[in-house]
């Protein structure tokens, strides 16, 4: 593989791509009452959770979806095992109060939470991994356990990668034993 600077421009374009399939995959999930962008006719997307039970904790602000979990909106798709929502508590009724038709004491995302067998697409590009947590309040995204990002033939391997979104800045990890590993073609080449 060349390791020259069109090397490192390229790797640099692949991972604004991965980081922005990635973003776009679990953040449609962080905007109030799972909102997201309006439509031409001022509608937001509609976004389908499918699972096989789905338990809200009031008291602890979570949404638990549990069982071949599938999240879908527009042309990107997450698959997992389980997936935790937590909600930051938001004032009702008085000053401060929010006019979210969340249920009472609901209110933004703080933290999502999707483990095992954790697939996300958006297009041909593709991140698996063992569990994904997106922390609204750094822009933060940790994808952990066999992260693997592919987009056509081009493949990154590596244990753990850390995407910090406000900032545009990302970080794929090995292990002692395991190292990173990037295959990349040039465009349209195998």
């Keep these: 593989m060349n390791a020259g600077p069109s090397?490192?421009?390229?790797?640099?374009?692949l991972w604004i791509r991965w980081m922005y399939a990635v973003l776009m995959g679990l953040v449609l999930l962080s905007a109030p009452a799972f909102q997201g962008p309006a439509d031409a006719a001022g509608?937001?997307?509609?976004?389908?959770?499918t699972s096989r039970k789905l338990?809200?904790?009031?008291?602890?602000?979570?949404?638990?979806?549990?069982g071949d979990v599938k999240v879908t909106r527009q042309d990107v798709t997450i698959l997992c095992d389980a997936l935790q929502v937590h909600y930051r508590s938001v004032p009702r009724g008085g000053e401060g109060a929010s006019a979210s038709p969340l249920p009472e004491g609901m209110g933004e995302v703080d933290r999502i939470v999707a483990t095992g067998n954790v697939v996300i697409r958006k297009g041909t590009r593709r991140l698996t991994g063992d569990e994904a947590?997106?922390?609204?309040r750094e822009e933060k995204m940790v994808i952990t356990?066999?992260?693997?990002?592919?987009?056509?033939?081009?493949?990154?391997r590596g244990n753990r990668v850390v995407f910090f979104l406000d900032r545009n800045l990302g970080t794929v990890e090995g292990t002692e034993?395991?190292?990173?590993?990037?295959?990349?073609?040039?465009?349209?080449?195998?």
């Design 7 to 13: 090397a490192g421009k390229r790797l640099s374009v």
């Design 43 to 49: 509608e937001a997307p509609p976004l389908e959770v």
């Design 55 to 66: 338990t809200i904790e009031g008291g602890k602000n979570l949404a638990v979806f549990s």
């Design 133 to 136: 947590v997106y922390t609204a």
């Design 145 to 156: 356990g066999h992260a693997v990002m592919e987009e056509g033939n081009n493949v990154i």
């Design 177 to 190: 034993t395991s190292r990173v590993k990037a295959t990349l073609f040039p465009d349209g080449k195998k």
